[in-house]
């Protein structure tokens, strides 16, 4: 069927744009602000350049290689001992040597160690020079103090070994093994020497750019590649920390080599120390008895992904291992002796004269900008708190003067409709409470007259007695149900039982339910939605949906004369063209759906129109109930909808009839077939 055009008068409001930034109050005091902002920060421009100025140079000055070298030593120190217990004999030999203050704290800048040397020590600056941390070393400087020697990548110091540091007697013995296989390699005419370790353990060095050639030699190094039992053992924990951090992945464990390396064995390095070494072959089972009694751990797939998770679950467990073996991390600061600031910047008396001048301007201009922004700003907000004190204090709503179309402007046009449509409510609370004091009078007089002419013998208590004091009954009761739908609807506590509806089902309910009401009227009930045209989908409660159609009916026949037609129809509509013309009719969407009543009655008036879905409303003011129910159907109407989410709207045009529209949103799925 065709849409109900908007033709009519529409209980609608059109909003407001925003205020542009130019015109607007915000705008004003940003500009104000920008001002100020832009004069202080000339003034002080110039004072700022001329004291960073001699701080840049002195900064420039400073010897970085020296701080590096610092802080290299601190760090082998803590590399190697598990706390800073004696340590200010390092400290003061290293300010000695720099001629500089070095100062060393925890990191709650609890004092470890001191350079300065007077019975007072001033004080640290905020920032501290460097955190010296084995297991976490600035690269910059740990490539400054090395020579760059250390790798980028590497942030733990090879020098903290832990579990891996040899005994005397290890250490010893294959110190011994080592010389031999260098006499060894020298009698073939290799050239080869021995390298000690962080660990104590020793490792022979090819002289040359040709480690290989040991190979063709009889001087086995395999040897010195076979772990201790004190290594073994601390492989074997690594290796355990590892797994334990590639399984929380869903990863497969790891077999790490000696050199901390996975996969097939590769040759041995000392992480840290540059040259050559000899390539190590892999140790038969008998030359590793500790390596054979551990259980085989299958490779995992060598993917870049994988190796990149092996790589930090490694760290992650080197960190772990060597946590209790080196010292805790320290601030450490360096500065001059005596702990001596910048030197200041003296101005001349010309160049003070200028400053003074140019600071007392802007204090000018931003007294003078404050009291004109601010004058103008609260001189509407007092007429505003006085006219809201006077709402307070009982008197009569009285409206501000709007000074413009700014905020404060836009702020006292919503004072004023606030307080217009304060004086509505308290005449329709006024109203309302006569509107309830006469229909619940009329049944109770009706009532209690019959009842009084029945005991002084004046009626007979035949059925049409009966009949006629149920009627009344009925209706006091109908009055007080809608009144307490309302009510729920009011505190939120309307409950909806949603299921999937056929709305094609449930016009027809409705329909039928007032099929006999409208015969009696002479008037003509149909539903207009099409067996053959798709159902829209839609998701409501279906006794309270019935009972906002069948108040929309009740309305629309008992105001169509006689001869005249009220129509039930249902349709789908995309939420972004609100129903307008263009919709694909019968189309199930996912905006809303329109379930529309539309009679052929004598109309509203535009002006009455708004105040239709009003409580106790009625165009006929004499509230006969031949023209006229409660005033309280079209209200509930409001509710039920609003409760399901939706909107309801009339169009009407006095002499032509009136359509009221409920839209609804829509279902996920079409309700029945």
């Not at 390092?90 to 500089?100: D, F, H, I």
């Not at 609260?378 to 409206?399: F, W, Y």
């Not at 109203?431 to 049944?443: G, N, Q």
């Not at 019935?546 to 169509?560: I, K, M, W």
Request: some cysteine.
């Amino acid at each position: 069927m065709g849409r109900a055009r908007g033709h009519g008068a529409r209980a609608e409001g059109p909003g407001r744009a925003r205020l542009p930034l130019r015109r607007s109050l915000l705008g004003r005091l940003l500009a104000v602000s920008a001002l100020v902002a832009a004069c202080s920060v000339a003034a002080t421009a110039w004072i700022a350049v001329q004291t960073t100025s001699g701080a840049i140079k002195q900064e420039q000055g400073q010897n970085l290689t020296a701080d590096a070298r610092i802080y290299d030593t601190l760090l082998e120190y803590a590399a190697r001992n598990p706390t800073w217990d004696g340590v200010g004999a390092t400290v003061r030999e290293l300010a000695r040597e720099s001629g500089r203050r070095v100062a060393l704290t925890t990191q709650s800048r609890q004092p470890l160690a001191d350079s300065a040397t007077a019975a007072t020590a001033p004080a640290l600056p905020p920032q501290a020079s460097a955190v010296v941390d084995p297991l976490s070393v600035d690269t910059v400087l740990a490539a400054r103090g090395t020579d760059g020697q250390r790798t980028a990548a590497d942030r733990i110091d090879p020098r903290a070994v832990g579990p891996f540091r040899l005994s005397t007697a290890d250490s010893t013995a294959l110190r011994r093994t080592a010389d031999d296989k260098v006499a060894c390699l020298n009698r073939a005419g290799i050239a080869s020497d021995v390298v000690v370790g962080a660990s104590g353990r020793p490792r022979v060095q090819i002289v040359g750019n040709d480690p290989e050639r040991a190979l063709g030699t009889r001087c086995d190094l395999a040897a010195l590649d076979t772990p201790t039992r004190s290594e073994q053992k601390a492989l074997d924990a690594l290796t355990a920390l590892a797994d334990a951090c590639l399984k929380r992945q869903g990863r497969e464990g790891v077999r790490l080599n000696n050199d901390l390396s996975w996969g097939d064995p590769v040759p041995v390095t000392v992480p840290g120390e540059p040259g050559a070494v000899a390539p190590r072959p892999v140790p038969a089972p008998r030359d590793a008895p500790s390596e054979q009694a551990a259980p085989s751990v299958g490779m995992p797939e060598r993917t870049g992904e994988n190796d990149r998770a092996i790589a930090s679950c490694v760290g992650t467990a080197r960190s772990e291992q060597l946590s209790s073996y080196v010292a805790s991390p320290g601030l450490l600061f360096i500065g001059d002796e005596g702990g001596a600031t910048l030197p200041g910047f003296d101005l001349s008396p010309a160049n003070t004269a200028k400053i003074a001048g140019a600071a007392a301007l802007v204090l000018a201009l931003t007294v003078g900008a404050s009291v004109f922004a601010g004058t103008r700003l609260v001189r509407p907000l007092h007429a505003l708190t006085g006219a809201a004190q006077r709402m307070r204090d009982g008197e009569q709503p009285a409206s501000v003067p709007v000074s413009g179309d700014d905020e404060v402007g836009r702020l006292a046009a919503a004072f004023n409709d606030m307080s217009a449509h304060r004086a509505r409510l308290e005449e329709q609370r006024k109203a309302m409470v006569s509107d309830v004091a006469h229909e619940l009078r009329t049944p109770l007089s009706n009532i209690r007259g019959w009842l009084e002419a029945a005991q002084d013998g004046l009626a007979d208590p035949d059925p049409a007695f009966v009949s006629s004091l149920l009627e009344e009954a009925v209706q006091l009761q109908h009055i007080i149900d809608d009144l307490q739908d309302l009510a729920a609807a009011d505190a939120g506590v309307l409950r909806l039982h949603p299921e999937p509806v056929g709305v094609r089902e449930l016009l027809s309910q409705v329909a039928a339910a007032h099929q006999a009401r409208a015969e009696n009227a002479g008037v003509t009930l149909a539903v207009a939605v099409a067996a053959t045209d798709p159902e829209p989908a839609l998701r409501a409660d279906p006794v309270r949906l019935r009972q906002a159609v069948g108040n929309l009916v009740s309305n629309a026949v008992r105001h169509t004369p006689e001869g005249g037609r009220v129509t039930l129809s249902a349709y789908a509509s995309d939420a972004s063209e609100g129903g307008g013309e263009g919709d694909d009719e019968g189309k199930a969407g996912d905006g809303t759906v329109v379930i529309e009543v539309q009679d052929t009655g004598s109309g509203i008036p535009a002006e009455d129109l708004p105040h239709v879905f009003d409580r106790f409303w009625r165009a006929e003011k004499s509230r006969s109930r031949r023209t006229g129910g409660s005033g309280l159907g079209l209200a509930i109407v409001r509710k039920l909808v609003e409760a399901h989410g939706g909107a309801v709207e009339a169009t009407s045009t006095e002499g032509e009839g009136s359509t009221f529209a409920l839209r609804l949103p829509a279902g996920t799925e079409p309700a029945g077939p």
